[in-house]
């Protein structure tokens, strides 16, 4: 490159493809390593069930006593469903053994029956294993593992490489029964073609979001599990706005995980009222009101009714915030409460459901202008070179 040329322009661009090029590479690298342990932790599983010596001992209990033992060594997403799953996953993809490292190979267990394991996931697999595990993340494989048939298995492993979808997109493609359609389709190219339209591609940044990811790596939840910097800079505010109210909230969690059935979730903001005795959990959606987000709520109300109250306390409420553009929409959710008195009473301690839509409009406001400054900023320098 000659001096002529390396402006401060270039300069800004070279640093910024390196960084998205290694973030990717790291990225990818997390994926792989975290693929590769579960599938090594369900071949040892499957050995043990073959010739452990003490496997009588445990019978049908052994995930059961296993999961228990690992999850007070720390071991993180060990608990019982996920144990199976490894189990799973290991007998259906025995090929992977190949893709194995000298180094990993020798943490295989002594003797290790994976080479002449047979009935893999895709009996006419023609994708093989080493792009299996290089471009799909563990929690693609995950949700295509608990699927119920080989030649189901297979197609979105073609349809999730082919199209480079997220995991959010395959969980909704196989919802939608996609496989199911594709076959009762008479122009399944078309099909294809509209559904590849509808879909996000997979990117670094939401690889690394995975929860399964920041649990392998140690990572808070907090530091990885905001759905766009627009909605992190909301809740950031939120938080302060709602602490500075002085009408009873105590702050309790950010991005609070919650396991039901099996599945994380994540509740925006948790907060304890320490004046109606309750928690006061919200969700914020950058987006307009849906019922799907409301039931979405409710759930975690309920959730937290059955699970986290206390002697004394009153069942716990949520309220959920939608924005979109210049106008913001507030519900509040009872997930049954049938107190009138306490009803009554949050009514009066909580902020009213226009103080809250002013809040967001004007927080919104300013994230516009914030965008739009940036954007003339970057126009006048653009203009100058």
Request: proline letters at 3%; charged letters at 30%; hydrophobic letters at 35%.
């Amino acid at each position: 490159m000659g001096s002529k040329s390396f402006t401060f322009n270039v300069l800004v661009e070279a640093i910024r493809d390196i960084h998205h090029s290694l973030s990717a590479q790291t990225a990818k690298a997390v994926n792989i390593s975290l693929t590769l342990r579960n599938w090594l932790i369900g071949a040892y599983i499957a050995e043990y069930e073959l010739r452990g010596s003490d496997r009588a001992t445990y019978g049908d209990s052994l995930l059961t006593e296993l999961a228990k033992h690992l999850t007070g060594l720390k071991v993180s997403n060990c608990n019982r469903r996920q144990l199976y799953r490894y189990l799973r996953f290991y007998r259906l993809y025995p090929e992977i053994v190949g893709t194995l490292s000298t180094q990993l190979k020798e943490l295989l267990p002594a003797g290790s029956h994976a080479v002449e394991k047979v009935g893999t996931a895709s009996p006419q697999l023609q994708i093989p294993p080493d792009q299996l595990i290089h471009r799909l993340s563990y929690s693609h494989l995950e949700l295509i593992v608990d699927l119920d048939n080989n030649l189901k298995r297979t197609f979105y492993e073609i349809e999730c490489i082919r199209s480079n979808w997220s995991v959010r997109d395959l969980k909704r493609q196989v919802a939608s029964l996609y496989f199911e359609r594709s076959g009762l389709s008479k122009d399944k190219k078309k099909l294809a073609e509209l559904v590849r339209k509808g879909t996000v591609t997979e990117t670094s940044a939401l690889d690394i979001r995975d929860p399964y990811v920041f649990e392998f790596l140690g990572l808070k939840p907090k530091e990885v599990m905001g759905e766009s910097d627009l909605e992190d800079s909301l809740l950031d505010k939120l938080q302060d706005f709602l602490l500075e109210l002085g009408r009873g909230f105590c702050f309790e969690a950010r991005q609070k995980r919650i396991l039901i059935g099996g599945k994380y979730y994540f509740v925006d903001l948790v907060f304890y009222h320490r004046i109606l005795r309750c928690h006061v959990l919200i969700e914020l959606k950058v987006d307009e009101f849906t019922h799907e987000y409301l039931g979405q709520l409710n759930t975690y109300v309920s959730w937290y009714r059955e699970n986290e109250m206390a002697e004394g306390d009153n069942p716990p409420l949520g309220i959920l915030l939608c924005t979109r553009k210049n106008h913001a929409l507030v519900k509040y959710a009872l997930a049954g409460i049938g107190n009138r008195l306490f009803v009554s009473r949050y009514q009066l301690e909580l902020p009213k459901k226009e103080e809250i839509e002013r809040f967001l409009e004007a927080e919104l406001k300013e994230q516009k202008a914030l965008v739009s400054r940036k954007g003339t900023r970057q126009t006048r320098q653009g203009c100058k070179d």
